[in-house]
T-cell receptor
Framework: AQKITQTQPGMFVQEKEAVTLDCTYD???????LFWYKQPSSGEMIFLIY??????QNATEGRYSLNFQKARKSANLVISASQLGDSAMYFC????????????FGKGTKLSVKP | EPEVTQTPSHQVTQMGQEVILRCVPI?????FYWYRQILGQKVEFLVS????????KSEIFDDQFSVERPDGSNFTLKIRSTKLEDSAMYFC???????????FGPGTRLTVL
C-alpha cells in the first residue's frame, strides 16, 4: 500500500487565487512528520512546510498552510494568492517516528499557475 | 543562508564504471541522506547516515552503493559498477536533528550510457 498518496497528477490555478493540493498518508506510528517540498523545473527540492503529528495547530509559512486532518490522515497544502513562480511539482512526504528520519515521498502534483 | 551543495551537477559515465557523487551538507547538521529521482518519478530514499555510520538504508541501496564521510565536510555516494537503470537525479540532504526538515542540495544528474 502507498504510504503517501497524491491523487492530483496535475492542477491548474488562476494567478492570485488559492489552490489546495491533496495528500493522504498511511501509517500506524503515532509519531510522524509531514512535509511539503516544491520542485521547480530547474530540479532542486525546496522545503516549504512541516507538520508534526502531535502539533495542535495547522502549520503556516507565509502563503503556505497545511490543512492537517489527523482522523482523515490528510495533510493538504494550501497556497494562497498564487503567483506565476508557484508553477512547479509539489511533493508531499512523511517521516515515520520509528525511522532514522528518512522521508517517504508521494508521486507529486504538477501545479500550473495561469496568468 | 547556509545551503547543501553537490558536485558535479551532471555526470555522464559508461556502464560498469565507478562514480562518486559529492555533497557538502550544512555545517551544523548531523544527519545526512541520499535520495534518487528517476526522471519523471517520485523521490526515493537510499540511505541515511549519522555519527559516521549508516543508520538506515532502502532496498535500492545494495552492495554496489556505499557512502562515506571522508572528512568533516564532505559526504559521498559511490556507485561501484554503474548500470543503465542507475540513471537518475541524486539528491543529498541534511538535517540538524532527526526528523526535522531536511534541506536538499541541487542534485547531481547521473547519466549512464
Amino acid at each position: 500500500a502507498q504510504k503517501i498518496t497524491q491523487t492530483q497528477p496535475g492542477m491548474f490555478v488562476q494567478e492570485k487565487e488559492a489552490v489546495t493540493l491533496d495528500c493522504t498518508y498511511d501509517t500506524s506510528d503515532p509519531s510522524y512528520g509531514l512535509f511539503w517540498y516544491k520542485q521547480p523545473s530547474s530540479g532542486e527540492m525546496i522545503f516549504l512546510i512541516y507538520q508534526g503529528s502531535y502539533d495542535q495547530q495547522n502549520a503556516t509559512e507565509g502563503r503556505y498552510s497545511l490543512n492537517f486532518q489527523k482522523a482523515r490522515k490528510s495533510a493538504n497544502l494550501v497556497i494562497s494568492a498564487s503567483q506565476l513562480g508557484d508553477s512547479a511539482m509539489y511533493f508531499c512526504a512523511m517521516r515515520e517516528g520509528g525511522s532514522q528520519g528518512n522521508l517517504i515521498f508521494g508521486k507529486g502534483t504538477k501545479l500550473s499557475v495561469k496568468p | 543562508e547556509p545551503e547543501v551543495t553537490q558536485t558535479p551537477s551532471h555526470q555522464v559515465t559508461q556502464m560498469g564504471q565507478e562514480v562518486i557523487l559529492r555533497c557538502v551538507p550544512i555545517s551544523n547538521h548531523l544527519y545526512f541522506y541520499w535520495y534518487r529521482q528517476i526522471l519523471g518519478q517520485k523521490v526515493e530514499f537510499l540511505v541515511s547516515f549519522y555519527n559516521n555510520e549508516i543508520s538506515e538504508k532502502s532496498e535500492i541501496f545494495d552492495d554496489q552503493f556505499s557512502v562515506e564521510r571522508p572528512d568533516g565536510s564532505n559526504f559521498t555516494l559511490k556507485i561501484r559498477s554503474t548500470k543503465l537503470e542507475d540513471s537518475a537525479m541524486y539528491f543529498c540532504a541534511s538535517s540538524e536533528f532527526r526528523g526535522h526538515e531536511q534541506f536538499f542540495g541541487p542534485g547531481t544528474r547521473l547519466t549512464v550510457l
